[in-house]
T-cell receptor
Framework: DQQVKQNSPSLSVQEGRISILNCDYT??????FLWYKKYPAEGPTFLIS?????DKNEDGRFTVFLNKSAKHLSLHIVPSQPGDSAVYFC????????????FGKGTKLSVKP | NAGVMQNPRHLVRRRGQEARLRCSPM?????VYWYRQLPEEGLKFMVY????????ESGMPKERFSAEFPKEGPSILRIQQVVRGDSAAYFC??????????????FGSGTQLSVL
């Protein structure tokens, strides 16, 4: 049972445009969400996070939106740059499971010059 | 570099051999997590350890896999009698506080295990 879903395995956008990566979750107990970016042959690195008490968090070109009623969050990258090309993982926390920090399957973003 | 260190980066084993993957967490971190990424798959949680204790091993296969995080030294993920299906990238992450805190994880660069 996949509790965190990233339904788009890949996304391609033009440089300068907006990239929107989506993440859905099923467990209403999740109360904290993080996005990580992963380049090939490297480990994931933290990008941005959001608590369930907020509906938006912004950090430079990156904004994460949380819609709790829909159990949906999205990561917006504006403007997209070729260096943003990577796999993006959504992570959820809470739900009463210790340590079992759930990741989605990831979305591969390609930003074309 | 005080980041999470994993070694080896690449490990080749024949079926039936043992694989030992090492992870040194960031300085000051006492919580370690192991994840596995199969080809074309996401990150699957395996085990969460604190110094000398296994906190959650719900993602570990029941047989052949074990993990430890001794008082001194790195965390070790051990796979006995490897099979081809064990071929994957294994990532270690660490954090200063435990799962109950909203703290990001710091990941190592991973160990790519290839079973011939």
């Amino acid at each position: 049972d996949q509790q965190v879903k990233q339904n788009s395995p890949s996304l391609s956008v033009q440089e300068g445009r907006i990239s929107i990566l989506n993440c859905d979750y099923t467990n209403s107990m999740f109360d904290y969400f993080l996005w990580y970016k992963k380049y090939p042959a490297e480990g994931p690195t933290f990008l941005i996070s959001i608590s369930s008490i907020k509906d938006k968090n912004e950090d430079g070109r990156f904004t994460v939106f949380l819609n709790k009623s829909a159990k949906h969050l999205s990561l917006h990258i504006v403007p997209s740059q070729p260096g943003d090309s990577a796999v993006y993982f959504c992570q959820a926390r809470g739900g009463g499971s210790q340590g079992n920090l759930i990741f989605g399957k990831g979305t591969k973003l390609s930003v074309k010059p | 570099n005080a980041g999470v260190m994993q070694n080896p980066r690449h490990l080749v084993r024949r079926r039936g051999q043992e694989a030992r993957l090492r992870c040194s967490p960031m300085k000051g971190h006492s919580h370690v997590y192991w994840y596995r990424q199969l080809p074309e798959e996401g990150l699957k949680f395996m085990v969460y350890l604190q110094k000398e204790n296994i906190i959650d091993e719900s993602g570990m296969p029941k047989e052949r896999f074990s993990a430890e995080f001794p008082k001194e030294g790195p965390s070790i993920l051990r796979i006995q009698q490897v099979v081809r299906g064990d071929s994957a990238a294994y990532f270690c992450a660490s954090s200063q506080t435990g799962w109950a805190y909203n703290e990001k994880l710091f990941f190592g660069s991973g160990t790519q295990l290839s079973v011939l």
